[in-house]
């Protein structure tokens, strides 16, 4: 139904920024919650952030609330993630998600569709 694909991740440097982008292949896209998580190695995905179809919900981590924002345009078929005051402990490689229950779950277990993911590392 819906193929994501993911970029944007590179080395950056501590307090620097970045902007992912999530692009979106699917007839039903605009009517999908869409989300980012992210995973370290060895670790559980994490949930960072997601959205509504309509932009209209938005929602943060804890860890990432006033740095991150998550945003789309429906008639691009994008999600992105600006990253801003980036720190070590961000260092994972980044998901991009797809729901179509518009639900805005914390738990990745509960999202339908995945891009394969694309790696941020910061360094100190």
């Known amino acids: 139904q819906v193929q994501l694909v993911e970029s944007g991740g590179r080395l950056v440097q501590a307090g620097g920024s970045l902007r992912l982008s999530c692009a979106a292949s699917?007839?039903?896209?605009?009517?999908?919650?869409m989300g980012w998580f992210r995973q370290a190695p060895g670790e559980e995905r994490e949930f960072v952030a997601a959205?509504?179809?309509?932009?209209?919900?938005?929602y943060y981590s804890a860890s990432v609330k006033g740095r991150f924002t998550i945003s789309r345009d429906n008639d691009e078929n994008a999600v992105y993630l600006q990253m801003n005051s980036l720190n070590p402990a961000d260092t994972a490689v980044y998901y991009c998600?797809?729901?179509?229950?518009?639900?805005?779950?914390?738990?990745?277990?509960?999202?339908?569709?995945w891009g394969q993911g694309t790696q941020v590392t910061v360094s100190s």
């Open positions: 699917g007839r039903t896209f605009r009517t999908y919650a």
């Open positions: 998600a797809a729901d179509p229950s518009n639900l805005l779950y914390r738990d990745y277990a509960r999202w339908d569709y």
């Open positions: 959205i509504s179809w309509s932009g209209g919900n938005l």
